[in-house]
């Protein structure tokens, strides 16, 4: 099956700094790559996704990318501000999404 | 967005007893839903499969007989742990897609604390 590796597991930044979060995967197949953003006790929120089709995706402050040769993705949030504070999750696959075990990202104002 | 309805949002039960967690989709149809256990502060292990008028999928090492999974309709799924344990408590969510398996955009519900005394 599927193998999402994520990394750091943890990431703290000063307030505006930018922050990378990267994810490698083992299924050339996976055709799905979402970043899902969970904040303690509740539900992960999808913050932006990626198709095999496309190299990267921005979104005002998030960006993604993707190498589907090297197999790896990452999330690039620029301008980083305390509330972006929470474990930011990578997922990968086609039928089903396989998880990366979540970066905790620490905001200092 | 979707909108994905979890219910009850915490429950407390004693050892032996069955919980069942309901999982609705309020606005969209759902022909697949998904179930996660998240241990606190790790990531989200899909137990199973849910598939609108068949049998679930489970993943490696998930007790069938222990997770009882039913997707009676295209807006409800549910997730009965039979004879809990203290060891079966866990944060338990559900998510559904709005497209094909999970390569549309999965939405979750709000989560399920199970706590087994």
């Known amino acids: 099956g599927e193998n999402v590796e994520q990394h750091p597991s943890t990431l703290s930044v000063q307030e505006g700094d930018s922050a990378v979060i990267k994810c490698t995967y083992s299924d050339s197949a996976s055709n799905y790559f979402p970043w899902y953003k969970q904040e303690l006790g509740k539900r992960p929120q999808l913050i932006i996704d990626i198709r095999s089709n496309v190299g990267e995706k921005k979104d005002q402050r998030i960006a993604v990318t993707l190498n589907k040769t090297a197999k790896h993705f990452s999330l690039h949030i620029t301008e980083t501000q305390p509330e972006d504070s929470a474990v930011y999750f990578c997922?990968?696959?086609?039928?089903?999404?396989?998880f990366g075990k979540g970066t905790m990202l620490l905001v200092s104002p | 967005g979707a909108v994905v309805s979890q219910h009850p949002s915490r429950v407390i039960c004693k050892s032996g007893t069955s919980v069942k967690i309901e999982c609705r989709s309020l606005d969209f149809q759902a022909t697949t839903m998904f179930w996660y256990r998240q241990f606190p502060k790790q990531s989200l292990m899909l137990m199973a499969t849910s598939n609108e008028g068949s049998k679930a999928t489970y993943e490696q090492g998930v007790e069938k007989d222990k997770f009882l999974i039913n997707h009676a309709s295209l807006t409800l799924s549910t997730l009965t742990v039979t004879s809990a344990h203290p060891e079966d408590s866990s944060f338990y969510i559900c998510?559904?897609?709005?497209?094909?398996?999970?390569?549309?955009?999965?939405?979750f519900g709000e989560g399920s604390r199970l706590t087994v005394l």
């Open positions: 998510s559904a897609s709005s497209g094909q398996g999970a390569t549309g955009e999965l939405f």
């Open positions: 997922a990968s696959g086609y039928s089903t999404l396989t």
